[in-house]
């Protein structure tokens, strides 16, 4: 052979691309070629530097010259030499340039503490089991795992959450009627592009997944809500689909009445309509009997969307549609012949955590977690603040606080000056909703189920909003050391006692006569 492990550097290169711009010595314009590269920051302290032999190939230079030129570089002290380690940049190198970045508000005032919901503590994923899935999983994988990719989502972790979400939510679903997603934006927007619009959505949700929708050409209309859930009695014909949070509305708290989930089935069957249930935190229940998806009720008319950024992390990147069979190959096509958005492996390793029985483990020492956390909010607020009503708190991982009418800007203001991160539930109403000064009348049709209910209450008090101040508290966020703080701060940021939260606001008086 010609070519060895000795000269093989010279064929495959530095990946150090260095500009030896101007005439004159070679060595010297490489030095200050290298001392610019570091004055910039682009070789960063302790960067390891190429041999000798490949960087000379790369720049068509003597290996005498490159090694010459690193020689003079370490004893200026940009460069530092230690035998076995090779060359790299000094760890005190000369001064290199600071990047002017203009100091943000963020980087300025960033919050001590954290009660933003959505996000569970990151210190409590389950390292140890998942890591041992996923030595299972690798070890059991077939060749085809580590090709391309269906966009369809690997069949063992379809299995396995026909089998999970038929046991704790009641969904009816063979694995084909599953597709995998990087999460629930990602279905979101997949179902937009394949139903179309409009859609309605209840009137508090999360801005984000109505901002994907409308960039997307999907509008959407704002239903009511109230102590029973959505106003789905404010459906239409028009309506090609509805969003709805039926386990644990969000954020307001309370599940979709039984009677008003027979009422949206109803409504999607003598229409032609779509319900897209998104069930992003169903298991964590904690005063109350599981409350199934309404996708059991008609598996035809109901889309469920999940995944398992609440219950393990955000960062796995794996959600899951249940689809009426009509849907299931629109959706493969809209996502493409090719997963470019979830790994094989994790999907791999979430289907052997479900199997292994993990996964139930996990959920149930995260429920008595925050079980735990709720608890310590409950009796913090009762303690400091029982002027302010708690609502929302059977399940979920947030509750809401409930203010005395126009408070709640002043208390996020409050809480920003006390570090603290929160957010107001004004923060998550439609922007079209319709606010009302007093809650929609109850509907005894409501109560009574079916079609029924939609015939007996008008849509017009369906669109109203009932005028609510309050924060949003996520007591899943913190670090256990963290926690105790945090509510301090969220006491000290509450408004004073003033008339009970749940007291209407007395009517102005009428407007002088005439004279």
């Known amino acids: 052979m010609t070519d060895s492990w000795v000269n093989s550097a010279e064929?495959?290169?530095?990946?150090?691309?260095?500009?030896?711009?101007?005439?004159?010595?070679?060595?010297?314009?490489?030095?200050?070629?290298?001392?610019?590269?570091?004055?910039?920051?682009?070789?960063?302290?302790?960067?390891?530097?190429?041999?000798?032999?490949?960087?000379?190939?790369?720049?068509?230079?003597?290996?005498?010259?490159?090694?010459?030129?690193?020689?003079?570089?370490?004893?200026?002290?940009?460069?530092?030499?230690?035998?076995?380690?090779?060359?790299?940049?000094?760890?005190?190198?000369?001064?290199?340039?600071?990047?002017?970045?203009?100091?943000?508000?963020?980087?300025?005032?960033?919050?001590?503490?954290?009660?933003?919901?959505?996000?569970?503590?990151?210190?409590?994923?389950?390292?140890?089991?998942?890591?041992?899935?996923?030595?299972?999983?690798?070890?059991?994988?077939?060749?085809?795992?580590?090709?391309?990719?269906?966009?369809?989502?690997?069949?063992?972790?379809?299995?396995?959450?026909?089998?999970?979400?038929?046991?704790?939510?009641?969904?009816?679903?063979?694995?084909?009627?599953?597709?995998?997603?990087?999460?629930?934006?990602?279905?979101?927007?997949?179902?937009?592009?394949?139903?179309?619009?409009?859609?309605?959505?209840?009137?508090?949700?999360?801005?984000?997944?109505?901002?994907?929708?409308?960039?997307?050409?999907?509008?959407?209309r704002p239903l009511g809500v109230d102590a029973d859930g959505a106003r789905v009695d404010g459906l239409t014909r028009r309506d090609r689909a509805v969003l709805l949070t039926p386990a644990h509305q969000f954020p307001t708290g309370g599940p979709l009445h039984p009677a008003r989930r027979a009422a949206v089935v109803d409504w999607a069957r003598s229409t032609g309509g779509l319900v897209v249930e998104d069930d992003y935190d169903g298991e964590f229940r904690y005063d109350r009997q599981p409350v199934g998806a309404v996708q059991g009720l008609d598996p035809e008319h109901v889309v469920l969307v999940g995944s398992v950024s609440k219950s393990l992390s955000p960062a796995l990147r794996i959600g899951w549609m249940v689809l009426p069979q009509r849907l299931v190959a629109p959706v493969v096509a809209a996502k493409g012949e090719r997963e470019p958005f979830s790994s094989a492996t994790e999907q791999l390793t979430l289907a052997d955590f479900i199997e292994s029985g993990a996964y139930d483990r996990q959920v149930r020492r995260m429920r008595q977690r925050h079980r735990r956390r709720r608890d310590q909010l409950v009796a913090a607020l009762h303690a400091r603040a029982p002027h302010v009503r708690v609502t929302g708190i059977a399940a979920g991982l947030h509750a809401v606080v409930e203010l005395p009418p126009g408070t709640e800007r002043s208390a996020v203001r409050a809480a920003a000056w006390q570090g603290l991160a929160v957010e107001g539930l004004g923060d998550y109403l439609h922007p079209g909703a319709e606010h009302a000064s007093r809650a929609p009348r109850a509907s005894r049709a409501h109560r009574a189920g079916g079609a029924d209910a939609l015939r007996a209450a008008g849509p017009a008090d369906a669109s109203l909003v009932p005028h609510r101040d309050g924060l949003v508290v996520g007591y899943a966020t913190p670090a256990e050391s963290a926690y105790p703080e945090a509510l301090e701060a969220l006491c000290r940021s509450l408004p004073p006692a003033g008339p009970p939260a749940t007291t209407p606001a007395p009517a102005p008086p009428p407007p002088p006569a005439a004279p």
Request: hydrophobic share 40%.
């Open 11 to 220: 064929i495959l290169g530095s990946d150090l691309p260095l500009e030896l711009s101007g005439t004159g010595n070679r060595r010297a314009l490489l030095m200050d070629a290298l001392r610019e590269a570091v004055r910039s920051g682009r070789l960063a302290p302790g960067t390891r530097l190429p041999p000798y032999r490949s960087l000379a190939a790369d720049l068509g230079l003597a290996r005498n010259t490159v090694a010459d030129a690193y020689a003079e570089l370490v004893a200026e002290g940009w460069l530092a030499a230690r035998q076995g380690s090779g060359t790299r940049v000094a760890e005190r190198a000369a001064p290199v340039t600071p990047v002017h970045r203009p100091r943000t508000p963020e980087r300025v005032a960033r919050p001590v503490h954290d009660l933003v919901q959505g996000q569970p503590d990151p210190s409590v994923f389950p390292r140890t089991a998942w890591l041992a899935s996923a030595r299972r999983a690798l070890a059991a994988a077939p060749d085809d795992a580590f090709g391309p990719g269906d966009p369809h989502g690997r069949p063992e972790l379809r299995r396995a959450l026909a089998g999970y979400l038929a046991r704790v939510r009641g969904v009816r679903a063979a694995p084909d009627r599953i597709v995998l997603c990087s999460g629930a934006a990602h279905g979101l927007r997949l179902l937009a592009e394949v139903v179309g619009g409009p859609w309605a959505a209840e009137a508090y949700g999360l801005p984000f997944h109505r901002e994907l929708l409308a960039s997307h050409g999907v509008g959407t």
